[in-house]
């Protein structure tokens, strides 16, 4: 059984900043990537930004130069650090995981709960 836990969304004013954190647990092999996505009523999920387990990231042109996707040395845990944060920021963020699990080793992708980042004055 695979898990992921976010934690960190919330209230905030325009121009402040969040971070978000997810952590994957259960019978994993090693990850292949994580990253965070992101959905707003009545639009479909969107790439926020993503990280490989080589290091290697990649972001949204809408978040460039704000946020920054960074794991902790184990590499099962993914931060999002949301900086300069703007209304249109306002989402429900949502965690992904290409993991290997243990049984097979063949790789899932998994999604967390979701987190609600509300980016208002």
């Known amino acids: 059984q695979v898990q992921l836990v976010e934690s960190g969304g919330g209230l905030v004013q325009p121009g402040g900043s969040l971070r978000l954190s997810c952590v994957a647990s259960?019978?994993?092999?090693?990850?292949?990537?994580m990253g965070w996505y992101r959905q707003t009523p009545g639009n479909q999920r969107e790439l926020v930004a993503g990280i490989t387990s080589a290091g290697s990231t990649s972001y949204a042109d809408s978040v460039k130069g704000r946020f920054t996707i960074s794991r902790d040395s184990a590499g099962n845990t993914v931060y999002l650090q949301m900086n300069s944060l703007k209304a249109e920021d306002t989402a429900v963020y949502y965690c992904?995981?290409?993991?290997?699990?243990?049984?097979?080793?063949?790789?899932?992708?998994?999604w967390g709960q979701g987190t609600q980042v509300t980016v208002s004055s």
């Open positions: 992904n995981a290409w993991l290997r699990i243990e049984a097979t080793k063949l790789s899932y992708s998994y």
């Open positions: 259960g019978s994993i092999f090693s990850v292949v990537a």
